[in-house]
């Protein structure tokens, strides 16, 4: 007789009853997780371990019937980890992505997270993954500016007002202790006027739609760019004020002089190595087209700046190995190209919430397995 193995199922509705939009508790799990960076105590795909996930899109076209058709934000995509610490688990965050979606009352993306033990490899929970992405995408600002910003911050401006760039301003707000202003610039203003609405009632913040991209991040002591890629967010250097910190969520372009005097701080230059090795690979056309951080890989490409395992990471700075804000004055661009390590961690820890509260529903794999 093999053994029993049964997992956990966690609906969106459970996930929100165990926690998950807590931003301020996520700040300081996704702050730990850094710190599990930081020691290598993590584990991601691909030959280098350090692989974002394995994207699968779709051809430009296709005489086959029910083949789906490239277009803008049309993929699925797996990307597994391991996180050591307390955390001891390995886990998969998978999902698909079409821009019709909301069209059809569904998320643009739709995710599922999956965690394993890390021994046994027996599945622990399958989880709505929804709100663990968005939540965990704003927390990693949030940690950027508890370490990055100065403490005198007093406006922040958020370029794009979709749901990623809400859930950024969310964890920033949480961390940005001084805030006072929030200037959002969207290419649809009366949405980015709507939101300036929203924040003023909930928040009781001065906060207004700018008519332009230069006004929005020349007021600015934190600027978050989470845009989609309709059309690129370019950035002059001479925008950005002493002292600033600039934070990529979504695709930023800012010119290159800024960076002979600015820091650059990653997630984690060793995921971005993988990122700029996969561009090699592509036809000279098409590399750095596509991606957060394809401006800077590009001029590492030219021998503008270090090559990035050279660069600095948030982990880094956090367990003292690299210098992260040195004065008042440094600018500084953080850059988040996501990983599933945050997934992994934050969807852990509303686990542990949910069986507190005793959410879910449990499943059995099997009462003993057939292959045993
Ligand atoms: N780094 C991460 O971990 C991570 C995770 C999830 C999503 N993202 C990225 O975040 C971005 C935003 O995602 P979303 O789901 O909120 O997208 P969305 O399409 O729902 O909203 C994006 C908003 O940006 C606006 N916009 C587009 N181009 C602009 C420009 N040049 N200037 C100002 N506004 C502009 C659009 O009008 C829209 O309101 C995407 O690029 C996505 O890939 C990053």
């Given at each position: 007789m093999g053994k029993k193995t049964e997992f956990l199922y966690l609906n969106e509705e459970e996930m929100i009853q165990a926690g998950?939009?807590?931003?301020?508790?996520?700040?300081?799990?996704?702050?730990?997780?850094?710190?599990?960076?930081?020691?290598?105590?993590?584990r991601m795909g691909g030959e280098k371990y350090n692989s974002h996930?394995?994207?699968?899109?779709?051809?430009?076209?296709?005489?086959?019937?029910?083949?789906?058709?490239?277009?803008?934000?049309?993929r699925f995509m797996?990307?597994?980890?391991?996180?050591?610490?307390?955390?001891?688990?390995?886990?998969?965050?998978?999902?698909?992505?079409?821009?019709?979606n909301p069209e059809r009352g569904l998320p643009r993306s739709i995710l599922m997270v999956m965690l394993n033990d890390a021994d046994t490899c027996e599945p622990v929970a399958l989880m709505s993954g929804n709100l663990v992405s968005s939540v965990r995408t704003g927390c990693v600002p949030g940690v950027a500016v508890r370490h990055l910003a100065t403490k005198s911050s007093a406006v922040c401006a958020c370029i794009g007002a979709g749901?990623?760039?809400?859930?950024?301003?969310?964890?920033?707000?949480?961390?940005?202790?001084?805030?006072?202003?929030?200037?959002?610039?969207?290419?649809?203003?009366?949405?980015?006027?709507?939101?300036?609405?929203?924040?003023?009632?909930?928040?009781?913040?001065?906060?207004?739609?700018a008519d332009s991209l230069e006004e929005a991040v020349r007021a600015a002591d934190i600027i978050s760019v989470a845009a989609s890629s309709v059309k690129p967010v370019n950035i002059s250097n001479d925008w950005l004020k002493k002292g600033s910190l600039i934070i990529f969520t979504g695709r930023c372009n800012i010119d290159e002089d800024y960076f002979s005097s600015a820091k650059i701080i990653w997630d984690n230059p060793k995921m971005h190595d993988v990122y700029y090795d996969d561009h090699m690979l592509l036809p000279e056309n098409e590399r750095f087209v596509n991606g957060i951080g394809v401006q800077i890989y590009r001029m590492v490409n030219e021998g503008k700046l270090p090559p990035l395992l050279?660069?600095?990471?948030?982990?880094d700075v956090m367990v003292g190995k690299r210098p992260g804000r040195e004065s008042d004055d440094d600018r500084i661009c953080f850059i988040a190209g996501g990983m599933v390590i945050w997934d992994i961690g934050w969807s852990y820890e509303v686990l542990q919430n949910a069986k507190k509260l005793g959410l879910g529903t449990t499943l059995k794999l099997w009462d003993s397995p057939n292959l045993n």
């Open positions: 998950v939009l807590d931003y301020a508790r996520c700040i300081d799990v996704e702050e730990e997780i850094f710190g599990l960076l930081g020691k290598d105590d993590y996930g394995i994207a699968m899109k779709f051809p430009k076209e296709s005489s086959n019937p029910g083949m789906p058709i490239d277009a803008p934000d049309r797996a990307m597994v980890g391991y996180l050591g610490g307390r955390f001891h688990i390995a886990g998969e965050k998978w999902y698909g992505s079409n821009i019709l749901p990623v760039s809400k859930a950024c301003f969310e964890a920033i707000r949480v961390e940005a202790k001084a805030l006072k202003e929030v200037v959002i610039y969207d290419l649809f203003k009366e949405k980015a006027q709507a939101w300036a609405d929203e924040i003023t009632a909930k928040y009781g913040l001065k906060a207004w739609a050279d660069q600095t990471g948030l982990g």
